[in-house]
C-alpha cells in the first residue's frame, strides 16, 4: 500500500483526511490520498522560493530539467510500473508512452532553454529588448489518462521560466506525480520550488483556482470543468491555459493506403483505452473503399491488448453510451460488452448506422468505443469532420489530398498518414470548446513567461 502525501516546501505532508485510490485492474486499493482543501501552506512555499529560483539564469535552470530528466530516466520502469497501476494501460504503454514522454518533455525544454535568444528591435534612436520574465506561482491541474506525461508537459516549461509550482495531478491518478516529487528532494531540487498537492479537483483544484496569489492556471481536463475554471479565473485576470476535450475524426479518402491506415486508424482509435484526448473516435470512411476498409480493421481488432478504462464510475458512462448509440439505431460490429472479470473492463465497441450529428457521434466518450460513417466526397467527409463542439485534433489518411483536407478541419491539430507523431516545438491546443492557448515549444514559453519591453532612447 502507497501512502500518497503532499509535497510542501521541501517536505512530504498529510492531512487529517484520505481516500482511497482503486485499481481500474480488479478494484483493489492501491494507495491512500490526501484529501487537501486548503492550498495555503503550498502557496507561501512557492511565493518564499520563488526569488532564488528565478534569478539563477536560464542555463542553470535547463542544467535542473536535466537532471530531473536523468533521474527520471534512471528510474524508467518504476515509473512505468507505478503508471500502469494505476491506470490499468499494459505494460508496454506505460513504457513506452507515459514515462518515456515525461523523460522527454524535462529533456525537450532543458535543450529548448538553451536554445533561446533575446529578441531587440531597432529604431533609428532607440533599441527596445524583449525580457521575459516569470509570471509567479502557477498553478498546474491535469487529467487522469496520461498521468505524468501530461503534468511534466506543464511542470517542465513552468519550472525552466523561472515560476514555482503548485501542481495538482488527477485524484484517480496521483503515483507518479508522487514519485516525481520524491526524485525533485532526492537530486535537491531546492525547496518550495515544486510543491505538489493532492485530494478532489472541486476541493484542492478549485482552491488554486481561487488563490489570489496564484497568477497562471494551466488547466487539462473536460471541458465542462474548463469552463468552471474559466469562470472562476477570468475575473482575476489570472493567464489561462485550457486543454479540454475533443470527439476527433479519423478520415480514409479512397486514394489512401489501406495497410497503413487500418493499422493507424486502429491505434488512434483505442490506444489507451480509447482515453487520450488525440484518439480518433469518429471513423470516417469512403464509401468505394468501406467494406475492404472495415474488413481488416475489424480483423485486426482482434489482436489489439488494450487495459480496463479508468474507473468503474467511468465504465458505467462509457456502458451509457453504447446503450445510447442501440437506442439511436446503431448496430454495434464488435465489442460492446463487459468481460467478466472484476475491474474496469469493456471490450472495445465498434458502432455503424448512425447519424453523424447522433448524440454518440458527436459527444465525448473517451472510451474504447467508435462509431464509422460512410461519405462519397471530400467536401462531405470534411463537414462530418467539423460538425462537432470540439475542435482538438484529427487525422487524415490519404496518398495524394491529405494536406489539402487536413487544411479544411477545423481542429488546433490534424495528423496526415500518421496519428500522435509528435515535435514538442510545435503548437498543441484545440479550438472550439477544446480549448484556449497552445502549448508546446514558444508558445509554452510565451505562457509561462511575461514579456515586457525596455525600450532604451541612444544618445
Ligand atoms: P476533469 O476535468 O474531471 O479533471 C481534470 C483535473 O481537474 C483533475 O485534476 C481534477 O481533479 C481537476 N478539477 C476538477 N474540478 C475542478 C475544479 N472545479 N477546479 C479545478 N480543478 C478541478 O477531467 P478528467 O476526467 O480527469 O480527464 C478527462 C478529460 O480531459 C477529457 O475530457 C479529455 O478529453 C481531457 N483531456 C484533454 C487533453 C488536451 O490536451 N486537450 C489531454 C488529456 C485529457
Known amino acids: 500500500m502507497i501512502h500518497v502525501e503532499n509535497l510542501i516546501d521541501g517536505q512530504f505532508v498529510n492531512v487529517e483526511e484520505n481516500f482511497d485510490d482503486i485499481s481500474p485492474i ?10 487537501t482543501k486548503n492550498v495555503d501552506a503550498a502557496v507561501t512555499a512557492a511565493k518564499n522560493a520563488f526569488g532564488g529560483w528565478s534569478s539563477l539564469t536560464l542555463h ?37 508512452v507515459d514515462a518515456s514522454r515525461s523523460v522527454n518533455n524535462f529533456r525537450f525544454f532543458a535543450d529548448f ?52 509550482i503548485i501542481a495538482k495531478p488527477s485524484e484517480i491518478t496521483p503515483l507518479t506525480a508522487h514519485f516525481l516529487g520524491k526524485l525533485c528532494v532526492k537530486i535537491g531540487l531546492p525547496d518550495g520550488v515544486l510543491n505538489i498537492v493532492h485530494g478532489y479537483g472541486p476541493e484542492v483544484g478549485q482552491a488554486i483556482v481561487e488563490h489570489s496569489e496564484i497568477k497562471a492556471i494551466s488547466f487539462t481536463g473536460g471541458t465542462s470543468t474548463g ?19 475533443g470527439k476527433n475524426a479519423s478520415i480514409v479518402l479512397d486514394d489512401a493506403d489501406l495497410e497503413i491506415a487500418v493499422s493507424g486508424v486502429l491505434r488512434s482509435s483505442f490506444l489507451n483505452s480509447g ?11 469512403h464509401s468505394s473503399i468501406y467494406e475492404e476498409f472495415m474488413e481488416k480493421y475489424l480483423r485486426e481488432l482482434k489482436e489489439f491488448n488494450i487495459g480496463p478504462v ?43 448506422g448512425l447519424s453523424h450529428t447522433s448524440r454518440t457521434a458527436t459527444e465525448e466518450i473517451f472510451g474504447p468505443v467508435v462509431t464509422v460513417h460512410k461519405f462519397d466526397t471530400d467536401d462531405e467527409a470534411i463537414e462530418m469532420a ?18 489539402e483536407v487536413a487544411e479544411k478541419i477545423e481542429s488546433g491539430m490534424v495528423w496526415v498518414n500518421t496519428w500522435l507523431h509528435r515535435d514538442l516545438r510545435v ?33
Not at 61 to 77: G, P, S, T, V
Request: hydrophobic share 40%.
Open 60 to 96: 542553470q535552470r535547463c542544467d535542473w530539467l536535466d537532471k530531473i530528466a536523468d533521474e527520471l530516466e534512471n528510474q524508467i520502469e518504476e515509473v512505468a510500473r507505478l503508471e500502469a497501476l494505476d491506470t490499468g494501460k499494459p505494460m508496454e504503454v506505460a513504457l513506452n
Open 227 to 245: 469552463k468552471i475554471v474559466a469562470a472562476t479565473a477570468a475575473p482575476m485576470f489570472k493567464k489561462l491555459s485550457l486543454e479540454l476535450g
Open 427 to 459: 503548437p498543441f491546443g484545440g479550438v472550439k470548446d477544446s480549448g484556449v492557448g497552445r502549448e508546446g515549444g514558444m508558445w509554452s514559453i510565451g505562457f509561462f513567461s511575461e514579456a515586457v519591453n525596455i525600450c532604451v532612447m541612444e544618445d
Open 26 to 35: 480488479d478494484f483493489s486499493v492501491i494507495a491512500t490520498i490526501p484529501r
Open 386 to 403: 467539423n460538425c462537432t463542439q470540439y475542435g482538438l485534433a484529427g487525422s487524415v489518411w490519404s496518398k495524394h489530398r491529405g494536406r
Open 310 to 352: 479508468i474507473s468503474e464510475q467511468h465504465r458505467s458512462k462509457v456502458l451509457s453510451y453504447i446503450e445510447l448509440a442501440k437506442e439511436e439505431g446503431g448496430r454495434i460490429l464488435a465489442g460492446g460488452r463487459v468481460p467478466d472479470k472484476a475491474g474496469a473492463w469493456i471490450e472495445p465497441t465498434v458502432i455503424t
Open 113 to 164: 532553454g538553451r536554445t533561446l535568444e533575446s529578441q531587440e528591435f531597432k529604431m533609428d534612436d532607440a533599441t527596445n529588448y524583449v525580457v521575459r520574465k516569470p509570471v509567479g506561482v502557477v498553478g498546474l491541474i491535469s487529467p487522469w489518462n496520461l498521468p505524468l506525461y501530461l503534468l511534466s508537459w506543464k511542470i517542465a516549461p513552468a519550472l525552466l521560466m523561472g515560476n514555482t
Open 275 to 285: 482515453q487520450i484526448c488525440l484518439c480518433g473516435s469518429r471513423v470516417l470512411v
